[in-house]
Each structure stands twice: as C-alpha cells, then as structure tokens.
C-alpha cells in the first residue's frame, strides 16, 4: 500500500502538512457518537499516531448516532470495532487500543507515557471529562473538549469557543464551575452548541458510569461535533512549526 489515497489531502496541504500529520500523536477518549466520528476524521486525514480510549461496549440505542454501533456489532467492544475500521483505512496507522474506563491514576499514566500532541475529549459524563481536562492543562498538553450534544437538532449552531466562551450548554456551565475550583478559568479549547437544549428529551438514569441523565440525540449532531473537534487538531497540526 502506498499514500496515494491522501492525494487529494495532499494537494491541499501539500507534502509539508501531510509529513506534520503523519509525525502527529493524537489520543481519542471516549468512543461514542462524537468521539468515533473524531477518530475517523483524524485517521483518514493521515495521522500516523493515535490512541483510542473506551471501556464500553456497543448498545443498540447507539445505532442512532455511534460510527461503530451496527446491529453486527452489538456486544462488541468499541475500541475493537473501531480499531478494525481505522486499520482499513489507514493500515500503517501506529494505533494503540486502551478498553478501560480511564480512573485518574490511569489517565495521568497515559499522558505521561504517551507524548501527545493533541487530546480530544470526547466523554460525556463531567467527574471523568473534569479528569482529563486537568490532567492535560498541568502537563501542557493542547486538548480539544466536547461538550453536551444532546438536546439539540441545529447544525449552524454549533462551533469552537474557549471555555469562558460556552453558553446554553448544561455540560459545559457544570465543567467550568468544576474547572474554576482548580484556578482554571480559560484556555481549553471546547466544541459546543449555543441552541437552548430541548427539555423534554431528557431522561433520568440509575446514575452508573457517572451519568445520573442524559438527553435525547439526533443522528448528525454528535457528528457534526465530532467533526469540528477533528478540523480543530488538523488545522493545528497543519500550522505546527
């Protein structure tokens, strides 16, 4: 196999930002409707390096709105079905699998080992994402963040803003009063929708995996999140000296 595929990536961003791309070390957590689309976008843009983290199983209420979740692969471990797709398209991608729910110490482990350029953040329940988020900002680390994609059917609406900038998102105001107690005010870059979240979609949980609620989803918008937290990390990457 050869890197013809990128041909038309390269005539965009010439062999200079493909060589960037493919020296790049990114690391996904959380495999879901945001972080599956993320982690494709990333690989078929040419990354050579990349982690995927989740310790969750495909559900067939994910077939909605997850890359991975088929009826085929019900049962199955995300992180395999994902790391399968992503091998197919890039055979030479550096592809390290971590199937865990990350606990702080194991988080802190991998950003110590793992000499990332990027993180994105695809979680979506806030003691974990709070985890994550700290971990990179005292190592340095550039790290893009999800916020709550749920509730909300508007495409134009979404967009990347600073932390200090997110608004109408519920995930969002919890992570930055979470974030303030740690003297962090600003400075992570976040994906978020500015649409005020639709209220009768939400539903109650038994509070398991750190989630107590969660909101009712259209196939698109944890895409499209997805999408924009990807372009943020290539354009980055692109421009890196």
Not at 2 to 26: H, P, Q, S
Not at 34 to 43: P, R
Not at 63 to 84: C, D, F, M, Y
Not at 203 to 216: E, P, Q
Request: charged share 30%; glycine share 8%.
């Amino acid at each position: 196999m050869d890197k013809y595929w990128l041909e038309r990536t390269e005539l965009l961003i010439k062999e200079e930002g493909l060589e960037k791309l493919t020296k790049a070390n990114v690391l996904v957590v959380g495999l879901g409707g945001v972080g599956s689309f993320a982690a494709e976008f990333i690989a078929r843009a040419g990354v050579g390096n990349m982690t995927i983290v989740d310790g969750d199983t495909v559900d067939i209420t994910n077939i909605n709105r997850q890359l991975p979740a088929l009826h085929s692969t019900v049962g199955k471990h995300k992180v395999e079905v994902v790391a399968e797709r992503l091998l197919d398209i890039n055979p030479r991608l550096n592809l390290t699998k971590i199937n865990e729910f990350l606990n702080p110490e194991r988080m802190g482990q991998i950003l110590d080992e793992g000499k990332f350029d990027y993180i994105l953040d695809c979680i979506d329940s806030v003691t974990p994402k709070l985890t994550l988020l700290i971990a990179a900002r005292r190592r340095k680390i550039k790290v893009v963040s999800s916020m709550g994609a749920g509730g909300k059917t508007d495409p134009s609406k979404v967009m990347v803003r600073d932390i200090s900038k997110t608004h109408n998102c519920y995930l969002a105001k919890q992570v930055r009063k979470r974030l303030k107690k740690e003297k962090i005010n600003k400075g992570i870059r976040c994906v978020f929708s500015n649409e005020i979240q639709n209220e009768e979609s939400l539903k109650m949980t038994d509070g398991s995996n750190y989630k107590r609620s969660f909101y009712g989803t259209i196939s698109y918008i944890p895409a499209i999140f997805g999408l924009y937290a990807a372009a943020e990390v290539i354009n980055h990457l692109i421009k890196k000296d």
